[in-house]
């Protein structure tokens, strides 16, 4: 079984693909996540979309918040980006779903909205493509890491990451890229040198644990 763990758009190539939605999209797949990017916050109309997200988040096939984060390469105020991240964590605290994060550039600010806002969901960092240092901190916080494109680069930092953090804490994405997954799960189980079938297992585990769903 092979598990998407964040699209951009539907790719029938997988048994799960958690689609990140829009708030106002009305074509609904059967498992998405819903959350305001940092590239694309409204300046005038971000509190109503906040309103808009808490309804929307309840509903059951939407599995995690997201993708949300910080983006320091945005061009939204800083600031207000950290507001409106802050409030999406209260809101996957509120419904107790994991948030699935999009970080440029910010991490210690990231650290720093999660932990005096007392986080206790899980947290996946998606696109995952950071130096040591970065994952050795994320991974003493014990988050998740989300790995896509990056994995096939040679000698990335995301194929470093990947062996760093080992099985038990990742999941395998497209993100907005047109690939298929199975060639990222074919690369990931190469880096960590196990099989195919032992990745697939795990990361089946390791989804079903996250999203409180059996699979
Ligand atoms: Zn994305």
């Not at 680069?153 to 997954?181: C, H, M, P, W």
């Amino acid at each position: 079984m092979f598990i998407n763990t964040h699209t951009h758009k539907q790719l029938f190539d997988a048994k799960i693909e958690l689609v990140n939605l829009n708030i106002s999209a009305l074509e609904k797949p059967n498992n998405y996540s819903y959350g305001i990017h940092p590239w694309q916050i409204d300046t005038n109309g971000y509190q109503l979309e906040l309103k808009l997200l808490e309804q929307k988040a309840h509903e059951k096939k939407c599995l995690a918040i997201g993708e949300c984060g910080l983006d320091k390469l945005s061009s939204v105020d800083f600031l207000l980006q950290q507001q409106v991240f802050i409030e999406q964590i209260k809101i996957a605290n509120r419904i107790k779903k994991p948030l699935i994060i999009h970080c440029v550039k910010a991490f210690n600010e990231l650290l720093n909205c999660l932990n005096l806002n007392n986080n206790e969901v899980p947290v996946l960092i998606h696109g995952f493509n950071n130096n040591e240092n970065i994952t050795r901190v994320l991974q003493s916080e014990g988050f998740y890491f989300s790995f896509g494109k990056a994995l096939l680069g040679y000698d990335s930092n995301a194929a470093k990451a990947i062996k760093q953090v080992g099985r038990k804490n990742i999941f395998l994405e497209t993100d907005d890229a047109d690939l298929s997954i199975k060639y990222v799960y074919k690369k990931a189980a190469e880096l960590l040198g196990i099989d195919e079938d032992i990745i697939k297992e795990q990361l089946k585990h390791n989804f079903e644990t996250v999203f409180k769903i059996k699979l």
